[in-house]
């Protein structure tokens, strides 16, 4: 049977789909209030629950002059304006274990990035705090393998879990989809999301920085939701050719609203027929 997984004032798990997005990085506290206020606006007209998405570090860059956001305090801090002032949840991605204790003070939801999904000090770290915890399946796993990173959080009590599909590498520089995935991991017993951004993403290919096909976006986002998810990711930015990380693979803001209502069409004809 399916889990809820209440966070804030949003329960995952029921229909309609939870949205996940925001800037793949904290830019500063202006952009980030303005887009989680612009995006908190579109899915309350549509109806769809809102979590919004951000990260205070992106330890996890091609080059060692990649972009990675404010840090800790600042991010945290920037965080909590947006939970004060917008009224959403919020998630952010946790990099060590030493972290996260720090980001569960403000964070609704821990995200443990793909490319560590099998370190267990950070599920496990992640886990204790009893925050909900977002396992990003890897690119390098199988959707089965995904089990052994849930039973890392569940050992520590936590079950307020999310499994989260961006993707499986195929060859260099390229992700692919398989839609088995969703089906695969919801058998696991709890909400499945689909991350529509970093899915198109094509890692490392600029040299110095990962690369991204924007147009594959809504295509996969459509099928993620006709396949049956319970909630949608996708990095969106104002501007994503001025973005400082992941701009090549970003919706942009300005096309959000389509795209969500065009989703909530396919959820609804799936779950009335």
């Known amino acids: 049977m399916q889990k809820e997984i209440t966070i804030g004032n949003v329960t995952v798990g029921r229909r309609p789909f939870v949205f996940i997005g925001g800037p793949c990085v904290i830019e500063g506290r202006d952009i980030s209030l303005r887009t989680a206020e612009s995006i908190a606006r579109i899915t309350a007209g549509l109806g769809i629950p809102f979590i919004f998405k951000s990260s205070y570090d992106k330890a996890n860059r091609t080059s060692i002059s990649g972009f990675r956001g404010p840090g800790l305090d600042e991010g945290l801090a920037i965080l909590q304006q947006v939970k004060g002032e917008v009224g959403v949840p919020v998630l952010t991605d946790v990099h060590s274990a030493g ?8 964070a609704d939801v821990l995200q443990v990035p793909a490319l560590l999904s099998r370190q267990t000090d950070i599920l496990i770290a992640c886990g204790r705090t009893g925050r909900a915890v977002n396992i990003k399946k890897g690119q390098f796993l199988s959707p089965n393998d995904m089990a052994h990173a849930i039973r890392k959080v569940e050992s520590t009590g936590n079950r307020n879990i999310l499994v989260t599909e961006r993707g499986t590498s195929f060859g260099y520089h390229t992700l692919v989809n398989d839609f088995r995935a969703i089906p695969i991991m919801r058998d696991f017993g709890y909400p499945v999301v689909f991350d529509a951004t970093h899915s198109v993403q094509q890692p490392s290919a600029m040299t110095d920085r990962s690369g991204g096909e924007a147009r594959f976006i809504v295509p996969l986002a459509r099928a993620a939701v006709a396949v049956g998810v319970e909630g949608v990711f996708m990095e969106v930015h104002p501007d994503p050719a001025r973005a400082l990380c992941d701009g090549d693979n ?23 027929t």
């Open 99 to 106: 972290e996260a204790a720090a980001a569960a003070e403000v």
């Open 250 to 272: 970003s919706l942009p803001l300005d096309e959000l609203e389509g795209v969500l209502r065009t989703l909530r069409r396919i959820e609804e004809a799936l779950w009335t």
